[in-house]
């Protein structure tokens, strides 16, 4: 009996030594795959590719800035006076609020404008993702210049 349960532990331990190594790759896995989604809504602003980004965006999409609270309908029409010349993403954090749903966290250096006026910064963003099947979408934005 003693010597079934010293196995039994070691097979724990052995376990237990595995889990994180495998939990930090896929959080490796889940921070690249979440980069590139937040680059590409990025990369589709720059190009002015709004049907792209209504693909990407929930119908129920809420936006917070300092001008205001916005629905979907406002937030593309808001990108589509964006000029956006270039932008550099860094710092991404994942926090797993569920299976279902993800908050990206990040800073942006922003070079653009908005209907004439500079809008070229840094920036804190965070998005909040929500996985509906296999796809994912995003569901809130904001942005808040950084001091």
Not at 130 to 145: I, L, M, P, Y
């Amino acid at each position: 009996m003693r010597r079934a349960s010293c196995l039994f532990l070691a097979a724990a331990a052995m376990l237990s030594i595995a889990a994180p190594s495998r939990a930090i790759a896929q959080s490796k896995d889940d921070l690249t795959k979440f980069q590139n989604r937040e680059t590409a809504v990025w990369e589709s602003v720059k190009n002015k590719e709004l049907a792209s980004i209504r693909k990407v965006f929930d119908r129920n999409f809420v936006s917070v800035y300092d001008a205001g609270i916005f629905d979907l309908t406002e937030e593309l029409d808001g990108m589509s006076k964006v000029m956006l010349r270039s932008y550099r993403l860094s710092d991404f954090k994942l926090h797993r609020i569920d299976s279902q749903n993800m908050i990206v966290s990040y800073k942006a250096v922003v070079d653009g404008e908005m209907s004439g006026q500079s809008i070229s910064g840094n920036y804190n963003a965070l998005t909040v993702w929500h996985r509906s099947g296999n796809r994912w979408s995003v569901s809130a934005h904001t942005e808040v210049k950084a001091r």
